[in-house]
Structure formats: structure tokens, C-alpha cells
């Protein structure tokens, strides 16, 4: 982490991934965030993947680097202590719906330069996971080859939302320091879905083609690349995007030559035409297959990196837990003290900032860690007081 953001205070009230990761990240750039959940724990407290001891490695990776309060939010005085929490401080990410005591003008009565970014399903109100959104959108009936949409692992659309909602959150306050002027960001996960496809593309080509694009299994789409097995059974994967790569790579396999009477005889030249080498695929793709099945993984690999061939051989998330380069010699790992009692690499903030010192990662809080501490400091209440509110189970404590 860094201390890019040091002096900012964010309330988070959330669960799941996309409102919790937005807090992730600004507390990995040095803000102080304060994630308020239910006396012993939200909904996600408990999500898989869990220890043996059913301790979270999700939410306590999701939530490093922040501190807990634990409120009874079943009752009139919890919730009006996450109000004054974020009065307080002025600054709420939250994917609470927006109506009832979380609305934004509630919220913001006595502090109208509140800044509130919403993370929501739809646009509407109406709930919606990443699973369901990806559904929406189409992404599922691209995937794999077979007849069956394939739904895949990857929540990308709860991830993309929440590095947004981060980045809205950051414009808000812009905003507000040149204007005075609070706000409320609302930031559904299925505009945020389709928008992205639209980006990429996708709406202008299905309405351009009156059709949708054709399921490719793992050959990229306008480009050479696919899946590979080499001599010895390890599958790889090749990708071209440049003029220079083709050449490379097709020199490196020693199939120049076959290459060029292949283009002889469809009347057409691969060296600079993305296009015309996926739109010829199928004839391509023998040659390749036929070349690369020739060679042990290792003698390729060393070839492929000594010419500036784009590769990688398919490995699990074992692998990559184990591999020097991904995470043990990677400087955005660190170790932390972690509430489940397991010790593994944990990641800190993602980017390299060359003038600044990185910090090591964080733990995560335990439910109601910070309890005493941010009722103290942030809303002045006397150990007395806090005290009562810990006796009647309105606050909780780790």
C-alpha cells in the first residue's frame, strides 16, 4: 500500500466483492476506511473459500487494510450510528439499496457536501449478482464451443464496478473540493456490464452483423492465437498481434516456408493483415499444430522468449501460488497477521510507484476490532458511553 490518499476517511457498508473491493483499493493507496458491518459479521463473513475453522481467506482478503465497526443495524440506534459515522467523515461507499435510512438525503441532512457512491444491480433498484448480469449481457453464450452457454468463474463484472465505484469516488471529491458540492454516484453492476461491452465493441458489431459472433472455443477472435499441445502434452497458448510477432513466430517454428506457398495458393499475404489470418484459420492453424506437436514445451519456450513470441503454457492456481515470478519474488506480496491464523502471500496495492516506499499489506480487522476507537474519535463518545452501547449489544467488539 501507499500513502497516496493518507488523510481520507471512507465509511464502507457493504458485502460481497464489488462494494468491498472499491474500499480494498482505497485503502491500499493509504486511506482510512472503515468498513461498518453487523454485529458478528454480514452476510459474506462466512463465504467460501473458509479454513477448516469456517474463517473467510475471501473476506479477509477482500477487506485488508480497513477497520471494523460492528453495529446492530436491526435496530434504531445502530443505524443511527452508521448515519453519524458517515456524516462524520462525509465519504460512504455502500451497495445498501437506496431507500429507508441509507438514502442519500437522509444521509446527507446536516452534511450536504456528502459524497455517496452506490453500487447497485440494475439501474432500477432491483437486485443482480454477476453471475446473473454476465447472463444478461451475452457473454456466456461466446464462451466454449459446445451448444451450452458456459458461465465463467472470473466475476469480472463485480471487480470492474468496484475499481470504478473507486474511481468515481475520487471524481466526486474533486468535484466537491472545487465546488463545495456533495453528491451521489450511483453505479449500477449492469450498466456497468453493458457499457463494456459497448466499449469493447460488441453492440455496434451485433448490430452491424444483424447476427451474433460465433462461439471459437479458445481461438481468439480477428486474431492468430490458440491453444497448443507440444511434444510432450503441455497445452500453451499462442497469440499474434503484430506484424513483427508473426514473423518471429513463424520463423522461430520453421515453417516460413510452408506459410508462404499456403499464401501462394489463397492469393493472399499473413504479414500484415490480423484479419486475413483468423479469417484462414483453419488452413493456418495445421501447420502450427504440426510444429509445435514436434518440439518438447522447453525447447519451444526458450525459443519463444528469445524471439518475442506472446506465450503461456496453461498452469492451475496452484501453480501460480507457487511460481517465483507471479508471487514469491513479487513485490506486491507481503505477509500479514491474519485473522483465520493462516499465514500465505497477501497482496498489497497493485501499481508501482517508482518515487515511493511500499508499504507491506495489512490484515484485515476482526468483526468490531475498531469499534471503541472510531466511536471515540469519530463521533466523541465517552468510554461510558460506548460501554452502554457494548452492554445493550448495539456495538460489538472483536
Excluded at 466475476?155 to 466526486?172: I, S, V
Excluded at 456490464?193 to 481468439?220: D, F, Q, S
Aim: proline residues 6%; hydrophobic residues 45%.
Amino acid at each position: 500500500m501507499y500513502d497516496l490518499l493518507s488523510g481520507l476517511s471512507v465509511i464502507e457498508a457493504s458485502s460481497f466483492v464489488a462494494s468491498p473491493s472499491a474500499g480494498l483499493y482505497c485503502a491500499q493507496f493509504g486511506a482510512e476506511v472503515i468498513r461498518v458491518d453487523q454485529v458478528g459479521g454480514g452476510p459474506d463473513f462466512h463465504r467460501w473459500p473458509v479454513t477448516r475453522n469456517n474463517d473467510s481467506l475471501y473476506w479477509e482478503n477482500l477487506n485488508r487494510a480497513k477497520k471494523s465497526v460492528a453495529l446492530d443495524l436491526g435496530k434504531p440506534e445502530g443505524r443511527e450510528l452508521l448515519q453519524r459515522l458517515v456524516r462524520a467523515t462525509g465519504q460512504l461507499v455502500t451497495n445498501f439499496p437506496a431507500g429507508g435510512f441509507m438514502a442519500h438525503d437522509v444521509l446527507a441532512q446536516g452534511r450536504p457536501d456528502l459524497v455517496t457512491v452506490r453500487v447497485m444491480g440494475w439501474a432500477d433498484g432491483s437486485p443482480a449478482l454477476d453471475y446473473t448480469v454476465n447472463n444478461a449481457v451475452g457473454y456466456p453464450t461466446l464462451t466454449g464451443s459446445g451448444s451450452e452457454p458456459v458461465n465463467h468463474v472470473l466475476p469480472a463484472w463485480d471487480l470492474l464496478t468496484g475499481a470504478y465505484a473507486a474511481f468515481a469516488l475520487l471524481a466526486a471529491l474533486r468535484r466537491r473540493s472545487e465546488t463545495g458540492a456533495g453528491s451521489e454516484v450511483r453505479l449500477p453492476l449492469s450498466d456497468v456490464a453493458i457499457g463494456t461491452v459497448a466499449n469493447l465493441g460488441g453492440i455496434a458489431e451485433v448490430l452491424y452483423e444483424g447476427a451474433n459472433r460465433p462461439r471459437l472455443g479458445n481461438t481468439v477472435y480477428g486474431l492468430f492465437g490458440r491453444d497448443f499441445v507440444t511434444a510432450d502434452g503441455v497445452r500453451t497458448m499462442i497469440v499474434v498481434v503484430t506484424p513483427r510477432q508473426w514473423s518471429n513466430l513463424i520463423a522461430t517454428l520453421g515453417i516460413a516456408e510452408a506459410v508462404a506457398e499456403l499464401e501462394t495458393q489463397l492469393g493472399v499475404s499473413f504479414a500484415k493483415d490480423d484479419g486475413l489470418r483468423f479469417t484462414h484459420r483453419e488452413a493456418l492453424f495445421p501447420l502450427f499444430d504440426k510444429a509445435i506437436a514436434a518440439r518438447p514445451h522447453a525447447d519451444l519456450a526458450a525459443a519463444f522468449d528469445a524471439n518475442g513470441v506472446v506465450h503461456s503454457a496453461y498452469g492451475t492456481m496452484l501453480d501460480a501460488a507457487n511460481d517465483p515470478v507471479l508471487v514469491k519474488d513479487n513485490p506486491i506480496f507481503g505477509t500479514a497477521e491474519n485473522p483465520s491464523g493462516f499465514t500465505y502471500p497477501a497482496a498489497g496495492a497493485f501499481a508501482t510507484v517508482p518515487q515511493l516506499e511500499r508499504l507491506a499489506p495489512r490484515p484485515a480487522p476482526r468483526n468490531g476490532q475498531h469499534s471503541e476507537e472510531v466511536l471515540a474519535s469519530l463521533l466523541s463518545l465517552s468510554s461510558g458511553e460506548i460501554a452502554r452501547l457494548i452492554d445493550t449489544g448495539i456495538v460489538g467488539v472483536a
